[in-house]
């Protein structure tokens, strides 16, 4: 049996949701998300760091980064979880070649920030690991904060469940036809089919877009790992910014009575399960030792790796597809995913009710 919808997503992680969710707002659409694994934002969405941060080296982020903030500190009532947004600020560490754009970025964008040679300032506990570090320039953005991953793709799911979208997870797809206007796609035990086909897939947009038989093909895959450690004394620390070494590429904040760290290792990876390289902990610990050689850690508590995916400019793409029509791309979020996701959600569903369909 064909089940005829309005409009399929395929990818149930932060982009897919966000644009369902939005869609599900602003029109009374027969709208279905088709995610293949068998929980919604498993990869990528539910594993980052959850680090909302305006000072990018893409200035053409920041808008969209801005205002997935500001609805993070006003969030619609239709959320369950209110509270998803924690405003921590941020500390980046690089010298002034790389500190110098950024700023000017987030002057032109009126953020408040400040730049810094020493670590004076700071709390004393961070003060002390800060002081320590070869390049000691600092750039302070107050407004940056940590965003809860997993309690917001659980209010997008919610909040569109609320208006009718279906979600359906367990769902491979094997294959795409385009037939007189229609996309249908098929799994293994259904087929679905729509006018319009968004792809939403994360590290496996390119594997989509391939079965639609789209030419954009400028997507690639990096692997990433993160470690979660125990404390010895959290509550010195839980109010603290997020620490990232921009020159360097390493990161630390609290997290879950404990520190988040990561190496900032970025591997070119195929669109699947990405397993933990024992390799990248003693890179971690190399760069955490020569950065950061004050900041006490306590036991290994986890490892994970997930993957962030790009285009070739670095900048997200969503919009139409050049050739196939009805094809709607959400790809390419890799990095900033989580900070840009719910002014992307917002964008992909005005640029698609825009068209008549």
């Not at 070649?97 to 700023?103: D, F, N, V, W």
């Not at 390493?250 to 933990?276: I, K, N, T």
Request: hydrophobic letters at 40%; glycine letters at 8%.
């Amino acid at each position: 049996m064909q089940l005829k919808i309005e409009i399929i997503i395929i990818g149930g992680g932060v982009g897919g949701l966000a644009t369902a969710y939005y869609l599900s707002r602003t029109g009374n659409y027969k709208i279905l998300v088709l995610e293949k694994e068998n929980q919604m934002g498993r990869h990528a969405s539910g594993k980052n760091a959850g680090m909302l941060r305006q000072g990018v080296s893409h200035g053409e982020l920041i808008p969209f980064i801005q205002e997935t903030r500001r609805i993070l500190q006003n969030p619609p009532v239709d959320w369950i979880h209110q509270n998803v947004f924690s405003q921590t600020g941020s500390v980046l560490i690089g010298n002034s070649e790389l500190l110098r754009p950024i700023s000017k970025s987030l002057a032109a964008h009126e953020i408040e920030f400040g730049i810094s040679e020493s670590a004076e300032s700071f709390p004393s506990h961070l003060k002390n690991i800060l002081k320590e570090h070869p390049v000691a320039n600092f750039l302070y953005t107050p407004s940056d904060g940590i965003i809860d991953s997993n309690l917001l793709l659980e209010n997008l799911r919610s909040g569109a469940e609320k208006r009718g979208v279906v979600f359906h997870a367990n769902s491979f797809v094997k294959k795409i036809e385009d037939q007189n206007g229609e996309w249908v796609v098929s799994c293994p035990t259904e087929k679905f089919s729509a006018p319009i086909l968004i792809n939403a897939a994360g590290a496996w947009a390119g594997e989509v877009g391939k079965l639609c038989g789209s030419k954009y093909q400028s997507l690639n895959s990096y692997r990433r790992h993160l470690y979660q450690f125990s404390s010895e004394d959290f509550s010195k620390s839980a109010s603290w910014p997020f620490v990232w070494d921009i020159q360097n590429e390493f990161y630390f904040r609290p997290r879950h009575d404990g520190w988040l760290l990561s190496a900032g290792d970025e591997e070119l990876h195929p669109p699947a399960e990405p397993q933990v390289d024992k390799r990248i902990e003693q890179l971690l610990f190399e760069k955490k030792n020569y950065l950061f050689s004050s900041l006490k850690i306590g036991l290994l508590q986890n490892t994970w790796s997930c993957l962030r995916t790009k285009s070739a400019n670095g900048i997200f793409f969503v919009d139409w597809d050049s050739e196939k029509k009805g094809l709607f791309w959400v790809a390419g979020l890799g990095g900033h995913g989580i900070s840009v996701s719910l002014a992307v959600g917002k964008l992909a569903a005005n640029k698609i009710l825009q068209r008549n369909f």
